[in-house]
């Protein structure tokens, strides 16, 4: 069955520490991956994105991700945390067909300390 | 443009009560989804149109209906909900490269 696992469940950082969130996804040939990052009482936003090409792709404020097709990980990095960056984080897999369907990890919940 | 917006907000039913959510879209985008959000359990599907006037079942789907009637909206309707339904609703929309955009959220308290 296609599932997404994301196995840091709640991290804490002190700010200016680096981050790294992993994300492993099941097989199912070729897919597109995203981070999305939830604010606290806010929506789901697109943080990154992977369709193709280079398999570090960069996103908005200061994170990438490195796709191991190997692996079959997606994971989140970020050299240095600030304390906005407290939020749930969700990987998201596509496998593709007619319909397009995200598969969602459980999330990451990331609280950093000032 | 306001992107993908949903309406209620808020929402408290009784056990048993009927309502309808909307969401609606202003880029054109033929694919729109419904997902619930519940504490250590990520986004999960409920119902999602691949296009306007269809409809599919998603992850779990029980409990409720959706209609497309128009390529902008997409509503989910609870026709007799259950405290099992509290949770937060995300409707989501599909752009070009399968990426989806959310919409704000409703939050929905059954009692």
């Known amino acids: 069955a296609q599932s997404v696992s994301q196995h840091n469940h709640h991290v804490i950082l002190s700010e200016a520490a680096s981050l790294e969130l992993g994300c492993n996804y099941s097989?199912?040939?070729?897919?597109?991956l995203f981070w999305y990052v939830q604010y606290p009482g806010q929506h789901l936003q697109l943080l990154l994105k992977?369709?193709?090409?280079?398999?570090l792709v960069k996103g908005i404020k200061g994170f990438e991700a490195e796709f191991i097709k190997s692996k079959f990980s997606f994971n989140l990095r970020k050299p240095s945390v600030q304390w906005s960056d407290t939020a749930e984080y969700f990987c998201?897999?596509?496998?593709?067909?007619?319909?397009?369907?995200?598969?969602f990890g459980t999330g990451t919940l990331l609280a950093v300390q000032p | 443009n306001a992107g993908v917006t949903q309406t209620p907000k808020f929402r408290v039913l009784k056990t048993g009560q009927s309502m309808t959510l909307l969401c609606a879209q202003d880029?054109?985008?033929?694919?729109m989804y419904w997902y619930r959000q519940d504490p250590g359990m990520g986004l999960r599907l409920i119902h999602y149109?691949?296009?306007?006037?269809?409809?599919a079942k998603g992850e779990v789907p029980d409990g409720y209906n959706v209609s497309r009637l128009k390529k902008q909206n997409f509503l989910l309707g609870l026709e007799s909900a259950a405290p099992s339904q509290t949770s937060v609703y995300f409707c989501?929309?599909?752009?070009?490269?399968?990426?989806?955009?959310f919409g704000p959220g409703t939050r929905l308290t059954v009692l």
């Open positions: 998201a897999v596509n496998y593709g067909g007619a319909t397009n369907k995200l598969i």
């Open positions: 149109s691949v296009g306007e006037g269809t409809t």
């Open positions: 992977y369709f193709s090409g280079d398999p």
């Open positions: 989501a929309s599909r752009a070009r490269y399968n990426e989806q955009f």
């Open positions: 880029m054109n985008h033929e694919y």
């Open positions: 097989y199912g040939g070729t897919v597109n």
